[in-house]
């Protein structure tokens, strides 16, 4: 059953150390298995700043899309009054409702890399240098009531952890081993939980109508990506 959501505070989440998720790294990173760590080891080789651009969407190693719910939410009503004794009654309300749960991406911020001309794996370390703010949108032009509605079926039905705005952390670091004439990357951004819905108006009669399909995403946490 799909009903109204309340409000939920817009205010960034508090900072500390559950803001940040553990690196991710892609099964083709140049890196010795198992060596990546959020504490890199001391007189590691630092990143150096990478050029190009900043992606918006870069994929995130292990997400995938899951289909919630395709069919329509039903509404139980009341029972009619004098007037329609036969029929339910609904209060005329906007709301909104999942379909997809589709890939988390990152919002990337930063990016370094660490080159490793020598013939064995040595260490390195990465450190975010520059920092950014992600908020929650959609794909079409929605109010501020609806974006509410969203953000309270994303934390009660999603992810608990999104938050409407979010800002990156400076010095957060990794770090691990990269092979031999090799090339590791590095990307610090902000992850974002992407769904796919629509918002629509369920009308006294209980009937549902009124449909606007969307791609919806809020910021629920940070992080390193390790790649090649």
Known sequence: MATAVPAFAADEPTAGTSRVAPPVVTDDAPVEPGSVTGNPSAGAVTGSDASGALEEDAPIPGET????ETTDPVFPGKPGDELF???L???RERF?????N??????VKYKTFVKNDLSYSVDFKFTSKKSGTTTMGASVTVSGEIKV????K?????NGNVSKSWTSELGIETGGKV???STVKGDYGIMKENVYGYVATQYSNCKIGDKQYMNVWAPYREGWRIYS
Do not use: F, R
């Open 102 to 107: 589709t890939q988390n991406t990152m919002s």
């Open 96 to 100: 909104v409702h999942v379909t997809n």
């Open 85 to 87: 004794p036969d029929g």
């Open 154 to 158: 994303l934390k009660v039905d999603v």
């Open 65 to 68: 899309e899951e289909v919630i």
């Open 179 to 181: 092979k031999a004439h």
């Open 89 to 91: 009654v609904c209060e």
């Open 149 to 152: 509605l969203w953000l309270g």
